[in-house]
């Protein structure tokens, strides 16, 4: 029988559960407030502690301190917006996350791009976050309130039952899932994961998502925009909720973006797949994998292929961005000066974080 997250933790279970119960009552009485009890916005943190308990031992030489989506920062909505996301509480961006930042602040000057992470600080050992807030004005690090974000949406109560933790043994990745529903649906414009490589601008891409490129008829929630409180987002929710089975994996992402489509264009959306064209549903539009998602899912190998990418410019004409998947390719060996694909993208479109991948001779 499989053994949940719970079961594994009990004694961590049964201390939050502790906390959240405690913090509750102490913040039902007004009166305890002026003798110091904890504020609302503390009591909330719950989620972080569950997420970042198994990190507290990692420790940076420099980190930045961030501002909290929601509390001390604010976002504007807006469709120039770009969101990325680290779910896991981990502090340090890998270089193939950083290279993702740099590439759509790059590649997007009259967009605000947001990195938004659930640790509540930045490491700066390697002076990356630094170097890119000097480099590109239209950047922002910033944790995010994830309990404020849910508030008054279809997921709030999903995310406060604590399932998305304790009955799924992949987390951050379901947790990520939900939140880039919601953030989307807030403050409108682009949410796109963490292992991009944004390859050219992509204001003229609006209320768009993509079909998977690894299954025919399937759309992918990996990169997608749409405007603030899209009836797609709305509708996207309701099905996350409905569909809601943390043990799954994909049934609040892939799977609930493929059903939502079906819902609002009709069930037969395998044959436009495969169409060179936009297949457009009324207020959005579905992209063929060419524009988003170029390469398959279980080829994604083949862009860390050492040479492949004397054929970049050719292969890639036509794609905005290109996406890694690291939960197949992250145990690849990169380096760079290798002329693969992501070597190629990477030193147009990250040329600061390549910078430092030369320098450090780093593997991503």
């Known amino acids: 029988m499989r053994k949940f997250r719970y079961q594994r933790n009990l004694?961590?279970?049964m201390a939050i559960s502790l906390t959240i119960?405690?913090?509750?009552?102490?913040?039902?009485?007004?009166?305890?407030?002026?003798?110091?009890?904890?504020?609302?916005?503390?009591?909330?943190?719950?989620?972080?502690?569950?997420?970042?308990?198994?990190?507290?031992l990692e420790k940076a030489k420099k980190t930045l301190p961030l501002q909290v989506l929601f509390r001390e920062a604010a976002?504007?909505?807006?469709?120039?917006?770009?969101?990325?996301?680290?779910?896991?509480?981990?502090?340090?961006?890998?270089?193939?996350?950083?290279?993702?930042?740099?590439?759509?602040?790059?590649?997007?000057p009259a967009s605000r791009v947001w990195?938004?992470?659930?640790?509540?600080?930045?490491?700066?050992?390697?002076?990356?976050?630094?170097?890119?807030?000097?480099a590109y004005g239209n950047l922002r690090f910033a944790s995010v309130d994830v309990a404020e974000l849910f508030k008054g949406t279809a997921l709030?109560?999903?995310?406060?039952?604590?399932?998305?933790?304790?009955?799924?043994?992949?987390?951050?990745?379901?947790l990520s899932d939900l939140l880039r529903a919601a953030l989307v649906w807030r403050l409108g414009g682009f949410y796109c994961d963490s292992d991009t490589v944004c390859l050219k601008d992509t204001s003229a891409l609006r209320n768009v998502a993509s079909y998977a490129q690894q299954f025919i008829g399937k759309v992918s929630n990996g990169c997608?925009?749409?405007?603030?409180?899209?009836?797609?987002?709305?509708?996207?929710?309701?099905?996350?909720?409905?569909?809601?089975?943390?043990n799954v994996w994909?049934?609040?992402?892939?799977?609930?973006?493929?059903?939502?489509?079906?819902?609002?264009?009709?069930?037969?959306?395998?044959?436009?797949?495969?169409?060179?064209?936009p297949v457009s549903c009324g207020d959005f539009q579905l992209l063929p994998p060419r524009f988003l998602t170029p390469v398959h899912f279980y080829d994604s190998k083949d862009i860390f292929a050492p040479g492949e990418g004397r054929d970049f410019a050719k292969r890639f004409n036509g794609t905005y961005v290109l996406h890694t998947f690291t939960s197949l390719s992250k145990d690849i060996g990169f380096r760079a000066g290798s002329e693969s694909h992501f070597d190629v993208a990477a030193r147009l479109s990250c040329p600061i974080t390549y910078e430092l991948l030369l320098k450090n001779a780093t593997a991503v």
């Open 75 to 108: 976002a504007e909505a807006s469709e120039a917006n770009v969101f990325l996301t680290e779910t896991g509480c981990r502090a340090r961006p890998t270089p193939r996350a950083w290279c993702a930042i740099e590439s759509w602040a790059r590649q997007n």
């Open 11 to 13: 004694g961590l279970i």
């Open 250 to 277: 994909g049934s609040v992402g892939p799977l609930s973006f493929t059903k939502t489509a079906r819902r609002l264009c009709g069930e037969d959306l395998t044959r436009p797949a495969e169409s060179a064209t």
């Open 156 to 174: 709030e109560g999903v995310f406060a039952s604590a399932s998305w933790f304790f009955h799924s043994e992949h987390p951050a990745v379901v």
């Open 224 to 246: 997608f925009h749409f405007r603030r409180h899209h009836r797609f987002l709305e509708t996207l929710m309701e099905v996350q909720k409905e569909n809601f089975l943390p």
């Open 21 to 56: 119960f405690m913090t509750k009552g102490r913040l039902t009485k007004r009166e305890d407030k002026a003798e110091g009890s904890l504020s609302e916005a503390e009591a909330g943190r719950w989620w972080q502690t569950l997420l970042c308990e198994a990190r507290r």
């Open 115 to 134: 990195y938004l992470l659930t640790a509540p600080q930045l490491d700066d050992a390697d002076g990356a976050a630094s170097l890119l807030l000097q």
